[in-house]
């Protein structure tokens, strides 16, 4: 799993990246996004390969679903569409981009940037989890959140296909 930490009391350039035996464990992320990882877990193991898109029951993780996203690898690999966004995500960044390409409604700095996420996951074929990184939401406020994107192969194909990412705003303000 990769994971990047960025802590805003003593901020560092980029981002700090962890992968192996240095990882720290699931008990560090949010109970949100442990959900989610043991409801992803519990498919890869079952199968002992990467979980498809078929296996993938929002009504499994209703809780959860409102911050997730599902999206589908574009057909260059360049961009990817959101298959599903969640009620959180429309909430807190007052927008709907079910059916939308990433470059369509994120600004291009920050679409680069999650693209580059989706592209690794896709050829790492493994989890990238992003600690306190700082999203500029509703009404122009820049908020910590933290997210968590796994890989997920298409019907009837080994090859990563979708990315099923999860993302746990910090602040208090949610639309529960």
């Known amino acids: 799993m990769t994971i990047v930490v ?11 990246e962890w992968s192996g035996e240095n990882a720290p464990d699931i008990q560090h992320m949010s109970p949100r996004v442990q959900i989610l990882k043991r409801y992803w877990d ?15 029951e929002l009504m ?12 589908d690898i574009g057909p260059y690999q360049d961009d990817f569409k959101n298959r599903y966004w969640g009620g959180e995500l429309t909430w807190r960044f007052a927008f709907e981009a079910t059916g939308k390409y990433v470059v369509s409604y994120q600004p291009p700095c920050f679409a680069e940037k999650l693209i580059t996420r989706y592209q690794d996951v896709m050829q790492s074929r493994q989890p ?17 959140v933290e997210a968590l994107h796994l890989p997920l192969s298409g019907r009837d194909q080994p090859h990563v296909k979708h990315v ?11 639309s529960d």
Not at 164 to 174: E, Y
């Open 128 to 144: 990238s989890w992003q600690k306190a990184m700082k999203v500029r939401g509703r009404y122009n406020t820049h908020v910590p």
């Open 164 to 174: 099923l990412s999860i993302f746990d705003f910090v602040s208090g303000a949610s």
């Open 42 to 56: 519990g498919h890869k193991e079952s199968h002992g390969h990467l979980p498809c898109i078929c296996d993938i």
């Open 60 to 71: 499994d993780i209703y809780q959860i679903a409102p911050h997730i996203a599902i999206d």
């Open 6 to 16: 960025n802590d805003f009391r003593n901020p560092v350039r980029g981002a700090i």
